[in-house]
């Protein structure tokens, strides 16, 4: 029977929970390997995309999210999002500093895929995405990265979202209203809507 794409990704997933020493669990249906970490979890998706039958290119991104965090998108009944400061393994070289030189994206034919596949993965979460995980353990560290587009993460404005949730987090509006002056047209009109709900929600509170 022929394997499709996904199914691929999932069979790898879970082999690379023991790879990984049972260090995360997987979550078939995301493609997802998440591990318990302070104030939330470390974690790894799947990623990658059909190349031309039956070539696939996998990799994968890496994060971090934050119980405060989502108690925030819960408050807010928005989305919850994977990872509230992430990365995505192509972007291997501008994590400057960054010790591990290894392969960061794969080219498998899944009907015959590298027997060193899963190892290899293994060993680039081990070298990206562990140090990652280290340098963004607490979450005001990693605000401060997103506002400051750290090449470490992906950031800039088009991840506003994520540093306002983080922001409100920490209970630093004003922090988020600074930075946020740089915001232009849809992206500024959906901000102030945001705060104008979490400010609605506080009331409600109290």
Same mark, same amino acid.
């Given at each position: 029977?022929a394997?499709?794409a /996904?199914?691929?990704?999932? @069979? $790898?997933?879970?082999?690379?929970?023991?790879?990984?020493?049972?260090?995360?669990?997987?979550?078939?249906?995301? !493609?997802? &390997?998440?591990?318990d970490?302070?104030?939330?979890?470390?974690?790894?998706?799947?990623?990658?995309?059909?190349?031309?039958? %039956?070539?696939?290119s996998v990799?994968f991104?890496?994060?971090?999210?934050?119980?405060?965090a989502?108690? $925030?998108?819960?408050?807010?009944?928005k989305?919850?999002? *994977?990872?509230?400061i992430?990365?995505?393994? %192509?972007? /291997?070289?501008?994590?400057?500093?960054?010790?591990?030189?290894?392969? *960061?994206?794969?080219?498998?034919?899944?009907?015959? %895929?590298?027997?060193?596949?899963?190892?290899?993965?293994?060993?680039?979460?081990?070298?990206?995405?562990? %140090?990652f995980?280290e340098?963004?353990?607490?979450?005001?560290t990693?605000?401060d990265? &997103?506002?400051?587009?750290?090449p470490?993460?992906?950031?800039?404005?088009?991840? =506003?979202h994520?540093?306002?949730?983080?922001?409100?987090?920490?209970n630093?509006?004003?922090?988020f209203? /600074? =930075? @946020?002056?740089?915001?232009?047209?849809l992206?500024r009109?959906?901000? @102030?809507?945001m $705060?104008?709900?979490?400010?609605?929600?506080?009331?409600? !509170?109290v």
């Amino acid at each position: 029977m022929a394997i499709s794409a /996904r199914q691929f990704k999932q @069979s $790898i997933g879970a082999e690379l929970v023991d790879a990984l020493n049972g260090q995360y669990k997987f979550f078939k249906s995301r !493609v997802e &390997l998440r591990a318990d970490a302070s104030d939330g979890h470390n974690v790894i998706v799947l990623a990658g995309a059909t190349k031309y039958s %039956p070539y696939i290119s996998v990799d994968f991104y890496f994060g971090r999210n934050f119980a405060s965090a989502k108690q $925030i998108e819960r408050r807010l009944g928005k989305h919850q999002f *994977y990872y509230h400061i992430h990365q995505y393994s %192509p972007n /291997r070289k501008a994590m400057k500093g960054l010790d591990y030189a290894g392969p *960061y994206t794969w080219s498998v034919d899944i009907n015959n %895929p590298p027997k060193t596949l899963v190892t290899e993965l293994a060993g680039a979460i081990q070298g990206m995405a562990v %140090p990652f995980f280290e340098r963004f353990a607490d979450i005001q560290t990693a605000r401060d990265a &997103l506002a400051a587009n750290d090449p470490w993460c992906l950031g800039g404005r088009i991840f =506003w979202h994520q540093l306002l949730i983080i922001d409100l987090a920490i209970n630093d509006l004003a922090h988020f209203e /600074r =930075w @946020s002056e740089t915001l232009e047209g849809l992206d500024r009109k959906r901000a @102030s809507e945001m $705060i104008r709900s979490f400010k609605k929600t506080s009331e409600s !509170v109290v």
